[in-house]
Nanobody, 123 residues
Framework: QVQLVESGGGLVQPGGSLRLSCAPSGFSLDYYHIGWFRQAPGKEREGVSF????????EYADTVKGRFTISRDNAKNTVYLQMNSLKPEDTAVYYC????????????????WGQGTQVTVSS
């Protein structure tokens, strides 16, 4: 079965850190652009960060710039989202997504979605 699997979510205090992982099952990420999205209750899905398959260039939403870092390890076929200085407003379900088109990825029209992992930032 072809799918993306996220892990690493959990409960963390404000100011803390988490690292999310996204690994595919059934295909290689080598030729896919990868993105992280999040959706909080009652809010629309938001694109958080993207990483290119071609040159490794990265993009970040203004809300997470300077705090989150996206990276990919093609040898491990895994993409990571390092989240530092977490705030309560970062609380959401985080999804990874993959597509061969960076344009489709940015608007969330993609080949593959993960099932999501919950991140809760609370004291």
């Amino acid at each position: 079965q072809v799918q993306l699997v996220e892990s690493g979510g959990g409960l963390v205090q404000p100011g803390g850190s988490l690292r999310l992982s996204c690994a595919p099952s059934g295909f290689s990420l080598d030729y896919y652009h990868i993105g992280w999205f999040r959706q909080a209750p009652g809010k629309e899905r938001e694109g958080v960060s993207f990483i290119s398959s071609s040159d490794g260039s990265t993009e970040y939403a203004d809300t997470v710039k300077g705090r989150f870092t996206i990276s990919r390890d093609n040898a491990k076929n895994t993409v990571y989202l390092q989240m530092n200085s977490l705030k309560p407003e970062d609380t959401a379900v985080y999804y990874c997504a993959a597509d061969r088109s960076i344009r489709r990825l940015r608007i969330g029209v993609v080949n593959y979605w993960g099932q999501g992992t919950q991140v809760t930032v609370s004291s």
